[in-house]
Antibody, heavy 118, light 107 residues
Framework: QVQLQESGARLVKPSETLSLTCSVSGGSVSPYYWSWIRQTPGKGLEWIGYIFYSGDTNYNSFLKSRAIISVDASRNEVSLKMTSLTAADTGLYYC????????????WGQGTMVTVSS | EIVLTQSPGTLSLSPGERATLSCRTSQSVTSNYLAWYQQKPGQAPRLLIHGASSRATGIPDRFSGSGSGTDFTLTINRLEPEDFAVYYCQQYDNWPLSFGGGTRVDI
């Protein structure tokens, strides 16, 4: 049974960079798509972007190029880096799997709470 | 961006009743690429329905999805106590992928 586990810094200062990792167990990152999705009090669920196991990426433009998603197939991990954080970026961050670019998210991690505060 | 509007915001029902949740999209979802998710407190969303009407693996048949174009519906027949949760619709027909604001189903 495939499981996803997010990890990374929980408290980040404004203007700093967030780094999160999604570890995939019970399966492989190949041949799937992996998205990062966040849930904030102000905007609800927002899709941040995806990466294909081969490295192709697609991002939501609302982030204005602040996000970078990468994959390490040898470690079965997907990572998210987001720069120039503000309080509006506070929320729950999930990784999720989808079998194709245009497909529903069939498996989700439990999420990790990120707080942006000085 | 396709905007998804869910209604009602909250649905107050009793176990055994039927819940009817609506999701309207600002543009037509041409390939019926619409999903429904259930989220309980402290948990991640769980996929219920994809392709507007196909149940995901392991989802009970009291959950059904219907609709096309810009109007979609999630129906939960004979509500069980574990069905009281927040439900989200999501379109994957157009970039960026987007979610509705959710409908809470309360006892």
């Amino acid at each position: 049974q495939v499981q996803l586990q997010e990890s990374g810094a929980r408290l980040v200062k404004p203007s700093e960079t967030l780094s999160l990792t999604c570890s995939v167990s019970g399966g492989s990152v190949s041949p799937y798509y992996w998205s990062w999705i966040r849930q904030t009090p102000g905007k609800g669920l927002e899709w941040i972007g995806y990466i294909f196991y081969s490295g192709d990426t697609n991002y939501n433009s609302f982030l204005k190029s602040r996000a970078i998603i990468s994959v390490d197939a040898s470690r079965n991990e997907v990572s998210l880096k987001m720069t120039s954080l503000t309080a509006a970026d506070t929320g729950l961050y999930y990784c999720a799997r989808h079998p194709s670019a245009m497909a529903a998210f069939d498996i989700w991690g439990q999420g990790t709470m990120v707080t942006v505060s000085s | 961006e396709i905007v998804l509007t869910q209604s009602p915001g909250t649905l107050s029902l009793s176990p055994g009743e039927r819940a009817t949740l609506s999701c309207r999209t600002s543009q037509s979802v041409t390939s019926n690429y619409l999903a429904w998710y259930q989220q309980k407190p402290g948990q991640a969303p769980r996929l219920l329905i994809h392709g507007a009407s196909s149940r995901a693996t392991g989802i009970p048949d009291r959950f059904s999805g219907s609709g096309s174009g810009t109007d979609f519906t999630l129906t939960i027949n004979r509500l069980e106590p574990e069905d009281f949760a927040v439900y989200y619709c999501q379109q994957y027909d157009n970039w960026p992928l987007s979610f509705g604001g959710g409908t809470r189903v309360d006892i």
